[in-house]
């Protein structure tokens, strides 16, 4: 099977990959004897993750397709020297990382987690939803945010609402989106996060935390409204 043809864009989620992370051994055993099923597996259950980390350092939705793409031939020519040291999935997003950290210093574009500013100016929720200095109580909430208990479930998983999550999400800074991508929307763990993405602890916390504050805030304001 060539790598290069083989069509890639099933989101799954993020159980797949927990389970395949919990066999890894078996699987990886099948891609060294060539098991196409297994390829087709790997593809459906890492592909969100692999398209997460290559836009990162890729500008277009294009040029992170061509990373992931020959990451998968990296995949197939690297199986045999993956030494379980970690897990697979986390394996395949380091391969990932970098071919896409080597095209982007090769095009003179190269940002690497490692140097991102997690002290950044923008804050995580919108000043104005605070009350201002001249106030009688400044800095408190206008209006509170939603109490998510009180929410019907039916509410919170509407088609409606999880197309306003991906939009926030995709308006997030590009660190934050990339982090919170990985953690909530395809399931990776902190330190798969901080191993692919050379984040240290903190800042992979940081990170999360403000991408969650920004999403829980654009949330809370369409349940509101």
């Known amino acids: 099977m060539s790598a290069c043809t083989y069509s890639v864009g099933t989101v ?7 389970h395949i992370a919990a066999d890894d051994s078996a ?3 099948r891609l060294r004897d060539g098991d196409e099923r297994a390829f087709e597996e790997v593809v459906s259950s890492f592909y969100p993750s692999m398209i997460a980390v ?3 350092y890729a500008r277009t939705r294009a040029v992170a397709d061509e ?8 995949v197939l020519k690297g199986i045999d020297r993956f030494e379980g040291r970690s897990s697979l999935r986390t ?10 950290r080597t095209r982007a210093v090769r095009e003179a574009r190269s940002a690497p987690y490692s140097s991102f500013e997690t002290g950044d100016a923008q ?3 919108e000043p104005e939803r605070f009350r201002g200095p001249d106030d009688p109580f400044p800095g408190h909430w206008r209006s509170y945010p939603t109490d998510w208990r ?3 479930e039916e509410r919170l998983v509407s088609n409606e609402t999880l197309a306003v999550v991906k939009q926030a999400i995709a308006e997030l800074p590009e660190n934050q989106r990339i982090v919170i991508t990985l953690r909530d929307m395809t399931g990776c763990s902190a330190a798969e996060v901080c191993d692919t993405l050379g984040l240290s602890p903190e800042n992979q916390r940081v990170l999360l935390h403000r991408a969650r504050a920004r999403v829980r805030a654009r949330l809370e304001r369409h349940l509101d409204g």
């Open 91 to 100: 394996w395949v997003l380091q391969i990932v990382a970098n071919i896409a």
């Open 67 to 74: 990373i992931v793409q020959e990451a998968w031939i990296g």
């Open 54 to 56: 290559a836009r990162g």
């Open 27 to 29: 699987l990886v055993a």
């Open 12 to 18: 799954t989620e993020a159980h797949t990959a927990g």
């Open 123 to 125: 804050p995580a929720v």
């Open 150 to 152: 009180t929410l019907p």
